[in-house]
Every structure is written in C-alpha cells, then in structure tokens.
C-alpha cells in the first residue's frame, strides 16, 4: 500500500496508460481524481474501479487549478497521441502544452513539500538518435510536433522546477503496449492493430518494408516505473527512460503476434505514413535501474501473449 491515504490526480486517467496507473494507485491505496476530456479514452477504461471522474480538460486553467489543490500527487499524462498530434498541431499544441502549463501554474501555488508531480514524455523526443540504446542525456532530434510538444513539456516542468521549486520527475515512455490498447480507439499502437487483425483473420499491415525498430514496453512494467518516479524523492527534477533496452523490427513483431495468436493471416506492406520518420529505437534503462531501482519484469513474447489472451477475453465479452 505504497500511496496508502494519499490524494491523487491523474490526467488523462480515462486513456490507455492512465487508467492503468488509476487502478494501480487505488489498488495501493490512494483517492484517485481523474481529469479527461474523453478525446481518446472512456470511463470503460476504468469500470469498477472507485475513482471520481471529472469530465474536462487540462487546457482550462480553473478547472486543473480547482483539482491540483487538494492533491498530493499528480500523475500528468493526458496528451494527443502523435497520430492526433500530427493531424492537427494546433489542438496537439493546446492539450500537450497549455494543458502542461496549466498543471505547472497550479502546482506552483502548493508549497513543494505539499505535492509533487510526474509528467509522462516520449523516447520520441530522441528522434533518430546517434547511439543505440539512447540514454536520457544524449540529446534531442525533434521529428514531429508530438515530439517537440513532449519536450517543451519536459523543459517546463525543469524550469518550474529550477526556478519556482515546482517538484517534478519525468518519465519517457518508449511504445507502450498490453491489455487496455484497444482497437477500437482510432490511435491504438501497432501490437493491438496487429492481435486486432491477427485474431480476426484479416492481414496485418506493415508501414514501409518492416525493418524499422522500436523498444515495446508491457503496460504494467511502464506504470511501475511510473509510481517508483513519483515515490523516489532524488527523481525530483530528473528524467528516466521506460523501455526494454533492445530493439524488435515491425517484420519480428509481426510473426511473434502471429505466432501467440496462432493465426494464419498475411502480412501486406503498405506506404509509409508522414509519422514513420524514425527507422530504429531503444532506449537505455540504466538509469532507471540504478536511481528508482525499476527493471522491467515482461519481455515481449510474454507480453504479447497477454495482450492476445486480453482481446480473446474482450472479443467473448464485448462481441
Ligand atoms: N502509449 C505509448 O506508447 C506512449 C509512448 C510515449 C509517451 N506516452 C505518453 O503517455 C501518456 C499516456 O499515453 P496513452 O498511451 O495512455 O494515451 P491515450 O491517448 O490512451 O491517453 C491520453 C488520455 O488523455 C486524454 N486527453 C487528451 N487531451 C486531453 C485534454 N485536453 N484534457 C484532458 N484529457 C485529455 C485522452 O482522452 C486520453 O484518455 C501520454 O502523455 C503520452 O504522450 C505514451
């Protein structure tokens, strides 16, 4: 019961990852607030779990000021996903930026002692980095303006940190997968597209020739780092990397899902995407492993072998 009595609010706690960490924190204990405007997730996401769920969004500085308050920890994480993002910066620009600005200005009303926050960023703010696997100081390649809003997120919560003592870690997500990545939201990553497509007999659809590589982190292993940034009192003012350490090609990828669910369906290659601009990722979780003492516990043909149990379950219940 890490967060035992504890009142936190979690942004964006209706979407994937959120809604693991809401469950997660009242599952320790905690009085959970979740703040979402239903862009991408759904109280679905959280059914039976007793959070108080306020229907909004971050970039209405009352509203966040109003919900920061009474907190003693906040979870920061709702944000466009790149896909969103990429479609229309402006809004990407309101709810990944203003919306962290509005968090920072509220949280700079508390005196630091009194709450503390953890804003989740992107292994996308090192673009096409120079070394793999790219650690937390290796510098930036801003490729997409999701990357460049996660970064100027990042380099707000330091400077509020720096200047007004505003308490904050920063954890950078490298593509998070697992149960909860439904397909049926329209930005689900490419393992719930490919178990979608796999389980239903339908081909799976690779962007450019599949030689492409990202660092695929199972959801529970990304929300311990999660809650280890914000119980970890030297994270204050720091940036962790959550990934694996080792790179998997969309080509693996595809026959792993393909082999876990037993599925005969054909892979079809189709043209790249404006967002498919970075042809490697993996992160370093050294970091991580030394200073919040986290490893990530499910490699990835564990990992995808939930994921696929997860959409069986849902495909039985939700036909
Ligand atoms: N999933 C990944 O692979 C990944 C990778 C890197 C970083 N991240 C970061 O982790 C966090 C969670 O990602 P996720 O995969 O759960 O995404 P998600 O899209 O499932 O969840 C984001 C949530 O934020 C909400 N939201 C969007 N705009 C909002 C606004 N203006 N006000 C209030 N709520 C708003 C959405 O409705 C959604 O429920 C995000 O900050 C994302 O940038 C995720």
Not at 15 to 33: C, I, Y
Not at 48 to 57: E, L
Not at 194 to 204: T, V
Not at 233 to 262: M, Q
């Amino acid at each position: 019961m890490r967060f035992a009595g504890a009142n936190v609010l979690v942004t964006g706690g209706l979407g994937f990852v959120g809604a693991r960490v809401a469950r997660a924190l009242v599952a320790e204990g905690a009085s959970v607030t979740i703040l979402d405007n239903g862009f991408n997730g759904s109280e679905q996401a959280v059914a039976g779990v007793p959070a108080h769920v306020v229907r909004g969004s971050v970039t209405d500085a009352d509203l966040v000021a109003d919900l920061v308050r009474p907190a003693d920890l906040v979870f920061h994480m709702a944000a466009q996903s790149i896909i969103a993002s990429t479609a229309d910066p402006r809004e990407d620009f309101a709810s990944n930026f203003i919306g962290t600005l509005n968090v920072l200005m509220a949280m700079k009303g508390r005196p630091p002692e009194a709450c503390r926050m953890v804003y989740t960023s992107s292994a996308s703010v090192y673009g096409n980095p120079r070394h793999l696997p790219v650690a937390e100081d290796d510098g930036f390649c801003v490729l997409s303006p999701y990357a460049a809003g996660k970064l100027c997120g990042e380099h707000y919560c330091q400077a509020f940190y720096e200047v007004y003592g505003v308490p904050s870690a920063i954890v950078r997500y490298s593509n998070v997968y697992g149960p909860g990545q439904t397909n049926r939201n329209p930005y689900c990553g490419v393992i719930g597209k490919f178990i979608e497509a796999a389980i239903s007999g339908q081909p799976l659809r690779i962007h450019g020739d599949g030689e492409q590589t990202r660092d695929f982190t199972f959801v529970d292993d990304a929300v311990e780092a999660t809650l280890l940034a914000a119980l970890t009192p030297s994270a204050i003012g720091d940036v962790f990397n959550a990934g694996t350490g080792t790179e998997c090609s969309i080509n693996t990828l595809a026959r792993l899902v393909l082999e876990a669910a037993g599925s005969a369906s054909p892979i079809e290659y189709v043209a790249k995407r404006d967002i498919d601009n970075i042809p490697r990722r993996a992160v370093s979780i050294e970091k991580a492993r030394r200073r919040l003492r986290w490893a990530p516990r499910v490699r990835l043909r564990e990992g995808i072998g939930r994921t696929v149990a997860w959409y069986r379950q849902m495909a039985d219940t939700h036909p």
